[in-house]
């Protein structure tokens, strides 16, 4: 069983920041892609960002220059470093990871449970 757990949401000021922090557990064989991805109350699902095994990286428009994504391989864990928040930036944040669980599995999608960030004054 592949589990992904967020952690790091939380109420913040306008320009301020936060850390995201997604750690896969469970039997798994390879981590393709981690990423994070974001639903504001009303809106559809949004990708936030993504990173590869290699390292290569990619950002929405509306967090790029703002939010950093990176990831320990060896703890299988994923982070988002949100700096200069806004209010637009409120949303419920979940992990998402393209993964091999075992050795005869193909490639799956799983998501995390997702973690509430608050943009507010």
């Known amino acids: 069983q592949v589990q992904l757990v967020e952690s790091g949401g939380g109420l913040v000021q306008p320009g301020g920041s936060l850390r995201l922090s997604c750690a896969a557990s469970g039997k798994i064989f390879s981590i393709n892609t981690m990423g994070w991805y974001r639903q504001a109350t009303g809106k559809q699902r949004e990708k936030v960002a993504t990173?590869?095994?290699?390292?290569?990286?990619n950002f929405a428009d509306s967090v790029k220059g703002r939010f950093t994504i990176s990831r320990d391989n060896t703890k299988r864990t994923a982070y988002l470093q949100m700096n200069s928040l806004k209010p637009e930036d409120t949303a419920v944040y979940y992990c998402?990871?393209?993964?091999?669980?075992?050795?005869?599995?193909?490639?799956?999608?799983?998501w995390g449970q997702g973690t509430q960030v608050t943009v507010s004054s």
């Open positions: 998402y990871a393209q993964l091999i669980a075992t050795i005869l599995s193909g490639e799956s999608g799983y």
């Open positions: 990173i590869t095994s290699g390292g290569s990286t």
